[in-house]
């Protein structure tokens, strides 16, 4: 019965958002040619506006009326300008057309159409009469180019796909596991968390790929599509930590076990760690001897950079980090103290437990850093606690055994 009703919800997901990316998606490339048309347009008129008041200069020379006499959006920009006169022969165009003839209907007006050319440029054209002391005098056809809009919108289609099935994999592993280990009566956490952590960033992408997609000024692209980069990466740290947790709940998780010195491990994390936080004071001290350790390093590197960048969030730059090793019997015990906020005893009891955030805000992480240490530790059959004063600061320390042991 569980499993019938998990295909019905993953697939009624799944179609509420197609149908939404499809929505959002068509809504978008309609405001885009909407406003590629309505530039077009505005630049006819403006030349036909600046014809009829210097006729004069047009008669004389229709080439040299806008194209030559000074640089300006119709000489060097993406429009491409053509005057044909009354009869349908080609008067002047400008620089960019090169050998291309933009398309020509001789007594027509106000006719907009797309076209490519031979080298699959595709341009949007408009064709409007000169009309000079209500007479048609000629015709004016305006071009611009609209490979780089399709090719924005290819790109934002594509995103659209790939967040779309990477949020349908992960609430589908979710409903999976969860509800195959019997956890429904964690299904609203989950619902919540999910919703949450993956609906602000997909939020912030769609707005600022609306916004870049409405940008001409490459400065503003790049702005735009770095804090697209940044919510991806974010949404991406959110996925993996989801899907290690679910491989942990189901029990497919393993550990890959190998010797390795824990001392050069403390070191290699923390140097990754200066690059995320260059600013914090950190103070390390580790055993003189060498501290070998039989474990899964990938792993153990996990749970130092999740207590490493929990206690950053919970400091500032001015407040010391102090990481700690020291070697006991057979097991070596790891500390990570900070001087920062701290926590009442009330939230240092949950502070291990899945999905648990003290503070509700974004910054302070995704409730899972500090749960998936405490499994990874437990895993390796070692121990994990925290002492913490509201106020002034945490400790916590992981104790793991020297070797491995078999259950």
Known sequence: MFFKLNHWVLGFLALILIGASLFQFLFFRKILIEGAEARLINS????????????????????????????????????????????????????????????????????????????????????????????????????????????????????????????????????????????????????????????????????????????????????????????SEWMNKVINNLLFVFRTQSGTEKLNYAFFNFSELISESLMNFKKIFPNQKICLNLPEKIAMVEADPDRIKQVINNLLENAAKHSFPDQMITISLDSLSKSYSLSVKDEGTGMTLETSKKVFDLFYKGNQKRDDGMGLGLSIAHWIVNAHHGKITVESTLGKGSVFTVILPEKRKIS
Request: aromatic share 8%; charged share 20%; no cysteine.
């Open 44 to 231: 006819v008129d403006h030349i036909v506006v600046a014809i009829a008041k210097n006729s004069k200069l047009f008669y004389e020379s229709p080439e040299k009326f806008l194209f030559s006499t000074t640089a300006n959006e119709f000489t060097s920009g993406s429009y491409m300008v053509q005057f044909v006169d009354a009869k349908g022969n080609i008067l002047a165009k400008s620089p960019n057309l090169l050998s291309n003839n933009l398309p020509f209907t001789l007594g027509e007006t106000d006719i907009l159409e797309d076209i490519e050319f031979m080298d699959g440029v595709q341009i949007k054209v408009y064709q409007s009469k000169i009309v000079i002391n209500k007479r048609t005098v000629g015709y004016v056809v305006v071009g611009i180019s609209i490979n780089q809009m399709l090719n924005n919108l290819q790109n934002l289609r594509d995103l659209m796909i790939g967040i779309g099935a990477i949020t349908l994999l992960v609430l589908g592993l979710g409903i999976q596991v969860f509800i195959s280990n019997n956890m429904i009566k964690n299904q609203k956490r989950f619902l919540s968390f999910a919703s949450h952590e993956l609906r602000t960033p997909l939020a912030i992408v769609k707005g600022h790929a609306e916004v870049a997609l409405n940008q001409k000024d490459a400065l503003e692209w790049k702005k735009a599509l770095l804090i697209i980069q940044q919510e």
